[in-house]
């Protein structure tokens, strides 16, 4: 006598979809045409802007407490959100993400040394 043991197969169909350099460049096109840096990132220019602010340490370079100087070396990171680079990723084959470098879409911040 056999015994046969039967081991159900489950298939799952999952459409697959991946960018391409096509894709990512209209996309780049798309978000940056017309783009104007000098402008405030915000729909409504009236309500206030949320800037995320951090900074990290990485080194003091100079304490002079004779005449009240403290030099450090560090990096500052400012985070918000701008409502004209969104888009929908369906509609460039589901490209969710795209880095665009920061001269492109934000002015120079600091300039000089702050004292």
């Not at 391409?20 to 104007?36: A, C, F, I, P, V």
Request: charged content about 15%.
């Amino acid at each position: 006598m056999r015994l046969v043991t039967w081991l159900p197969l489950l298939v799952w169909v999952v459409p697959v979809v991946c960018q391409t350099l096509g894709d990512s460049l209209t996309l780049y096109k798309q978000l940056l045409t017309g783009y104007e840096k000098g402008v405030r990132p915000a729909l409504n220019q009236s309500e206030p802007l949320t800037v995320q602010f951090e900074f990290d340490l990485l080194s003091i370079r100079e304490v002079d407490d004779i005449i009240g100087k403290l030099s450090i070396i560090g990096v500052v990171y400012l985070k918000w959100d701008d409502p004209r680079l969104t888009w929908n990723p369906y509609l460039y084959n589901g490209t969710f993400m795209m880095n665009i470098p920061q001269e492109k879409v934000s002015g120079t911040i600091f300039q000089h040394t702050v004292l």
